[in-house]
């Protein structure tokens, strides 16, 4: 057993899901890592430095203990599988947000830069990486919930497009947020990319087998809170009109607190609450998640699943990914495992000395769940 510093987040278990573990280090040596758990086996060829891997084709609701081994050492990781929401799976779809590409520098007084020597610009490393990893995971659409360019510009507008076309195959719905609109040089184009995926400017909507994911506009132009004011009522009229289960993409969280109780602040707690009511009304499971804080986190506002999702470039640098059963929902956040972005995530966790590293991931039990619906499943 090696000894890890404040400046390397330690082997864990990043992620669980029904039948796969996904595990994370901040520092191991060069050479094999090899993950065993039951008769399940992973194994990666390791650079050194940070780096993470998958053990699939493990039961689920299982406790498992996984052993890690490398080169000089080893640990054990006890874990459990998330329990499958009842029926077939129905569909796969993934989120990611907070890209802000065309950023530079990092941490409170932006002096975190990326000394690598790519030729990438790392937001754009981190956030091809996950669009990369989602798909292999088995997404069908991806919805990119905002502040995919750092600012209004030509350049990072044009920097959202080369992703939307590096993936043109993928179906994706992508929403402002502040730093989409913050009226730096420039105005928020109708559409990115050759492909001319349009920016939702109220409320779009995507149909999977089993849900409906409904996109809606928050932001507001230079300002860094959002909004609910122009798409509330449009994101109810969709969900009632909806013949299945809903899931609602929001750039700015839904805030609880009469007062915002962190920084950055989303949309206002009564708003928030009113909202969350009237779609708890509707007769349709519903799901709503958020991006903007950079942090995960979840929680229930009565039957509706309420998540947020870190940021793809600073760490822990995640993405979401979604199974839709007939009789529920399953969210998996996954840290992005590609040497050339978790390389640069894991060093931004000592943003704010340090504290970032403990704020931004939220707990595993927030990252990753299960939700079985309460109310009329799936008809679709
Ligand atoms: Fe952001
Ligand atoms: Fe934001």
Same mark, same amino acid.
């Given at each position: 057993?090696?000894?890890?510093?404040?400046?390397?987040?330690?082997?864990?278990?990043?992620?669980?899901?029904?039948?796969?573990?996904?595990?994370?280090?901040?520092?191991?040596?060069?050479?094999?890592?090899? =993950? *065993?758990? %039951?008769?399940?086996?992973?194994?990666?060829?390791?650079?050194?430095?940070?780096?993470?891997?998958?053990?699939?084709?493990?039961?689920?609701?299982?406790?498992?203990?996984?052993?890690?081994?490398?080169?000089?050492?080893? @640990?054990?990781?006890?874990?459990?599988?998330?329990?499958?929401?009842?029926?077939?799976?129905?569909?796969?779809?993934?989120?990611?947000?907070?890209?802000?590409? %065309?950023?530079?520098?990092?941490?409170?007084?932006?002096?975190? *830069?990326?000394?690598?020597?790519?030729?990438?610009?790392?937001?754009?490393?981190? =956030?091809?990486?996950? @669009?990369? /990893?989602?798909?292999?995971?088995?997404? /069908?659409?991806?919805?990119?919930?905002?502040? =995919?360019?750092?600012?209004?510009?030509?350049?990072?507008?044009?920097?959202?497009?080369?992703?939307?076309?590096?993936?043109?195959?993928?179906?994706?719905?992508?929403?402002?947020?502040?730093?989409?609109?913050?009226?730096?040089?420039?105005?928020?184009?109708?559409?990115?990319?050759?492909?001319?995926?349009?920016?939702?400017?109220?409320?779009?909507?995507?149909?999977?087998?089993? #849900?409906?994911?409904?996109?809606?506009?928050?932001?507001?132009?230079?300002?860094?809170?959002?909004?609910?004011?122009? @798409?509330?009522?449009?994101?109810?009229?969709?969900?009632?009109?909806?013949?299945?289960?809903?899931?609602?993409?929001?750039?700015?969280?839904? &805030?609880?607190?009469?007062?915002? $109780?962190?920084?950055?602040?989303?949309?206002?707690?009564?708003?928030? *609450?009113?909202?969350?009511? $009237?779609?708890?009304?509707?007769?349709?499971?519903?799901? #709503?998640?958020?991006?903007?804080?950079?942090?995960?986190?979840?929680?229930?506002?009565?039957? @509706?699943? #309420?998540?947020?999702?870190?940021?793809?470039?600073?760490?822990?640098?995640?993405?979401?990914?979604?199974?839709?059963?007939?009789?529920?929902?399953? &969210?998996?956040?996954?840290?992005?495992?590609?040497?050339?972005?978790?390389?640069?995530?894991?060093?931004?966790?000592?943003?704010?000395?340090?504290?970032?590293?403990?704020?931004?991931?939220?707990?595993?039990?927030?990252?990753?769940?299960?939700?079985?619906?309460?109310?009329?499943? *799936?008809?679709?």
């Amino acid at each position: 057993m090696i000894l890890f510093g404040p400046r390397a987040s330690p082997p864990q278990i990043w992620a669980v899901e029904d039948t796969a573990v996904q595990l994370t280090w901040g520092d191991l040596p060069p050479g094999p890592v090899v =993950a *065993t758990a %039951g008769s399940s086996r992973a194994a990666v060829d390791h650079l050194g430095g940070p780096g993470g891997l998958v053990v699939d084709h493990l039961g689920p609701d299982r406790a498992v203990d996984v052993e890690l081994w490398w080169s000089g050492g080893s @640990v054990t990781l006890p874990a459990r599988t998330l329990p499958q929401p009842p029926g077939r799976l129905l569909a796969r779809f993934a989120t990611i947000s907070d890209l802000h590409l %065309g950023a530079l520098r990092w941490g409170a007084l932006k002096t975190m *830069t990326d000394s690598s020597g790519h030729e990438v610009p790392h937001p754009y490393r981190c =956030a091809s990486a996950a @669009v990369a /990893e989602a798909v292999e995971w088995g997404a /069908e659409l991806l919805v990119i919930k905002g502040d =995919a360019a750092q600012h209004e510009t030509d350049r990072d507008f044009a920097a959202v497009g080369q992703l939307a076309d590096e993936f043109d195959s993928l179906p994706m719905l992508l929403i402002p947020g502040n730093h989409d609109v913050d009226g730096r040089a420039g105005s928020i184009p109708l559409t990115v990319g050759r492909r001319r995926l349009p920016f939702t400017r109220r409320v779009d909507r995507f149909d999977l087998p089993g #849900v409906r994911v409904i996109a809606a506009d928050t932001a507001v132009p230079g300002r860094g809170s959002g909004s609910l004011a122009r @798409v509330c009522q449009p994101i109810l009229d969709e969900a009632s009109g909806s013949d299945r289960p809903l899931f609602i993409a929001l750039h700015h969280q839904l &805030q609880q607190g009469r007062l915002p $109780r962190h920084w950055p602040v989303g949309i206002s707690a009564p708003d928030s *609450t009113r909202f969350l009511d $009237r779609l708890d009304g509707i007769d349709r499971p519903a799901t #709503v998640s958020s991006g903007h804080t950079h942090r995960n986190r979840a929680r229930f506002h009565r039957s @509706v699943m #309420v998540t947020e999702v870190g940021s793809t470039k600073d760490w822990p640098g995640v993405w979401a990914g979604y199974a839709v059963y007939e009789g529920g929902i399953r &969210q998996v956040v996954r840290r992005i495992m590609r040497t050339d972005a978790i390389t640069w995530t894991e060093y931004s966790r000592m943003a704010l000395n340090g504290l970032w590293g403990r704020w931004s991931p939220g707990p595993l039990d927030q990252r990753c769940l299960a939700h079985a619906w309460a109310r009329s499943p *799936t008809t679709v």
